[in-house]
């Protein structure tokens, strides 16, 4: 019988728990749920592999269990900060009977890009699944309180960082392979408190229609997910504290979904039964209308 999705998982009203961005999933509460326990293969990507930015927490870390389960090597990019996080998820790929890399560094820096995608075809000999899901956020009040930086740092980690990446993952990737985005419902319904955040995942959507164009002829595949709010470390660190506590609450689910919810979109797009599907972006945000 089906669980309920409006029972599933808790609801808001939630403690407030500061954390300084990365944030870091222990710190949680409640502890987001990235499938560890529930997700079960079936051999959807047997023997490909897989590189995951921002694969040590989050979403990412959905992704990177689950691909591992349906038989993927993963390859995981985070910030070094993040050590303890990507050493947890090395260790549920491994338990998996796959192969895990773990690459630290940051998305900003060209250099790492290159490295990244370097190091996951040295290691695996392949790589057939690059996810674009590494990104950086803080809140803001008026324009005049966002500095040059900060809204600089949104669009180099968010969108150049993508671009270094997929850009030196194309030599690479063969016919059949799949680029997968995380953009965000702010790219269709910005929130003025995230203008930045908002505005880079507008780019990436735009990217991922873009870039799915220009790689048709490759026979590679360019498909993106737009989140609705995910109980992630992103949250706690990248957002007031006041928001924090309601999060979700805003979503005909009356809920935050959590990162275990969105792994199967990512296997979708990523498998071979979704062979003329790209240029798609599917939402995932418990009912919310983006339209």
Known sequence: MPNDP????PRPPFEGQPQSFPGKTGKMMPE???????YRGSGKLSGLAALITGGDSGIGRAVAIAYAREG????????????????AVAGWVEKAGRRALLLPGDLKDPAYGREIVARTVERFGRLDILVNNGAFQQPNDGIEAIE???FEDHF???????????????PHLKPGASVIFTSSVNSKHPMPTLLAYSATKGALSNLVLSLA??????????NGVLPGPIWTPFIPSGMREESVKSF?????????G??????????????EESSYTSGTLVTVAGAMSVL
């Not at 993927?72 to 050493?87: M, R, T």
């Not at 980690?157 to 997929?166: D, E, K, L, P």
């Not at 959590?258 to 498998?271: D, T």
């Open 258 to 271: 959590q990162p275990a919810e969105l792994a199967s979109a990512y296997v979708m797009l990523a498998a």
């Open 6 to 9: 409006l029972k599933k998982y």
């Open 248 to 256: 979700g609450s805003q979503v005909p689910f009356g809920r935050p």
């Open 213 to 222: 164009q220009l790689l048709a002829e490759k026979g590679i595949r360019v």
């Open 72 to 87: 993927a090597d993963v390859a995981i990019s985070y910030l070094p900060e993040e050590q303890k996080d990507a050493e």
């Open 156 to 170: 180099r980690t968010n969108v150049f960082g993508a671009f270094y990446v997929t850009k030196a993952a194309v």
């Open 148 to 150: 040059d930086t900060i």
């Open 32 to 38: 987001p749920d990235h499938g560890e326990e529930s």
